[in-house]
Nanobody, 114 residues
Framework: QVQLVESGGGLVQAGGSLTLSCKRT????????MAWYRQAPGKQRELVAT???????NYADSVKGRFTISGGSPGNTLYLQMNSLKPEDTAVYYC????????WGQGTQVTVSS
């Protein structure tokens, strides 16, 4: 099994920055893509950013230019650097790893005050 543990969430004012971390432990399995998702109250979970095993990245339009995904290779922590945060970024942020099956972390709360 693979375990994912997120950290780094918290309360920040609009315009501020946070860096989320996702530590992967457990058995060594092939992971093709790692990603960050988020879910705001009353809304569906949405994809924020992905990074492939070769380092290719993709971002949701709503975070392009503000968020940066990095890391995630075997043995390395996955990060999400979030700058210029907006109140609409408030959500629980989840780390996901995709291989033959999907693995999810428990989430970390990010709250952006106006």
């Amino acid at each position: 099994q693979v375990q994912l543990v997120e950290s780094g969430g918290g309360l920040v004012q609009a315009g501020g920055s946070l860096t989320l971390s996702c530590k992967r432990t457990g058995v060594a399995v092939r992971i093709n893509t790692m990603a960050w998702y988020r879910q705001a109250p009353g809304k569906q979970r949405e994809l924020v950013a992905t990074i492939s095993s070769v380092g290719s990245t993709n971002y949701a339009d709503s975070v392009k230019g503000r968020f940066t995904i990095s890391g995630g290779s075997p043995g390395n922590t996955l990060y999400l650097q979030m700058n210029s945060l907006k109140p609409e970024d408030t959500a629980v942020y989840y780390c996901q790893a995709s291989g033959s099956i999907e693995y999810w972390g428990q989430g970390t709360q990010v709250t952006v005050s106006s």
